[in-house]
């Protein structure tokens, strides 16, 4: 079946430091690809998204590239802050279906 | 717009309980889904909706757990007796569906903690 794999974390960076948190899935036909981040105490949020291969998301400084090749949809930013501290969750979307596969989520802390 | 709004946020009950989460979807929103949380299962979907319709409920745990959606705008789902194993925080998430962009949408979430 459909998964997702995300790197195990806690990733704890300093601030300002380059971020990269991998994805990699595992689906049947062309899913769409998206991240999600989890601030304390609250429900996720859409950060970004890819519908096709070789799109680009990208939003507040985070981006990722559907490789369709590799099958991996990294989440980077080039330069984090404390406030970027969360749980990142990365997720697929077959289509055809209206159900999401989320990974386990990767926790970040960014320190000052 | 408002957002998906979910009450109770939080919900403390004894085993045995019977215990309602309720959940209000974002206004024009066709899909609604129903997830679990929890740090050894991560985030499992537990049932969603097409319309008020339940289309897929294969991620409800047991006979325990039951959902329904009596219309567009409000959506309950509840675990009758509750159990400890059941403790989680419970959340609510709508999408647009067909048109929209697929985003789902989650509320803050009920934490659920059974005694």
């Known amino acids: 079946g459909d998964s997702v794999t995300q790197m195990e974390g806690p990733v704890t960076l300093s601030e300002e430091a380059f971020l990269t948190i991998n994805c990699t899935y595992t689906?049947?036909?062309?899913?769409?690809l998206f991240w999600y981040v989890q601030y304390p105490g609250e429900g996720l949020q859409l950060l970004l998204k890819?519908?096709?291969?070789?799109d680009k998301g990208s939003n507040k400084g985070f981006e990722a590239t559907y490789r369709k090749e590799t099958t991996s949809f990294h989440l980077e930013k080039g330069s984090v802050q404390v406030s970027d501290s969360a749980v990142y969750f990365c997720?697929?979307?077959?289509?055809?279906?209206?159900?999401?596969?989320f990974g386990t989520g990767t926790r970040l802390k960014v320190l000052a | 717009d408002a957002g998906v709004i979910q009450s109770p946020r939080h919900e403390v009950t004894e085993m045995g309980q019977e215990v309602t989460l309720r959940c209000k979807p974002i206004?024009?929103?066709?899909?609604l889904f129903w997830y679990r949380q929890t740090m050894m299962r991560g985030l499992e979907l537990l049932i969603y909706?097409?319309?008020?319709?339940?289309?897929?409920d294969s991620g409800m745990p047991e006979d325990r757990f039951s959902a329904k959606m009596p219309n567009a705008s409000f959506s309950t789902l509840k675990i009758q007796p509750s159990e400890p194993r059941d403790s989680a925080v419970y959340f609510c998430?709508?999408?647009?569906?067909?048109?929209?962009?697929?985003?789902?949408?989650f509320g803050p979430g009920t934490r659920l903690t059974v005694t």
């Open positions: 998430a709508s999408s647009p569906g067909d048109g929209g962009s697929y985003e789902q949408y």
């Open positions: 689906a049947t036909g062309y899913p769409s």
């Open positions: 890819a519908t096709k291969a070789d």
């Open positions: 997720a697929l979307r077959t289509s055809g279906t209206y159900k999401y596969i």
């Open positions: 206004s024009g929103h066709d899909y």
């Open positions: 909706f097409n319309n008020n319709v339940p289309i897929d």
